[in-house]
């Protein structure tokens, strides 16, 4: 089994919203994205999409693309939350809609192939926020960590129950700085596992993403643009 990760899809939802100010990687990238999804994912292998996946500003109108999504190669598809995910729904009911979606808010497991996950939305950084929202925004980015905490503390023993290369970490932004210098949200993610994915910066901010390993963590940037429309292979022979 291959674990694959690709963010930020940006699926255009009704309103047929593009990314076409981001450059022209971005026109008719739905097409792109489909035809290098099959041929680099296969049935048995999982992926992992962290965050911004729908334009949708509802559950009812991102069943069309999800349902799409549910049917391209892969044994599960694992969805984590980002800061456009206005359409999230109750978990439940998203996986009965769909066979190979799982829904990952928090730590979630997937039994059926012994591996677990750590998924937050994260935050700007502290050191980049500035300005007269600087106390909000900092709040926000506090909520992150503490919730992330919250679900290694719930968990431990499931999380020390697997080797440490079967317990992956998704964060929709950037859990690292810049200049490779960890924030608070490496702390919790380090002490189990052995990879975390992450996206959301487009266009020339891509270039400010930092990817390496810290502490035994692997980050591995996978904005979908940045990354060709192509899932990338995180982890083989689990």
Known sequence: MRVLAIGDLHLPGPQNKTMDEFGPKWREHVHALEKNWREIVSGNDVVLIPGDITWASSYDEAKAELRWLDGLPGRIKVLSRGNHEYWWNRV???EADHKTLRFANGFYSIPEVGINILACVGYTLPRMIRGERRAAELENYCRQLQNLWTSVRSHVEALAAVPRARNFAMVHYPPIESDG??????????????????GHLHGEQGRTAWTGRINGTTYHFVAADWIGFKPAVIAENL
């Open 92 to 94: 439940e009911r998203m």
């Open 181 to 198: 210098t960890p924030s608070g949200l490496h702390e919790p993610i380090r002490l189990y596992c052995a990879d975390c994915v992450f």
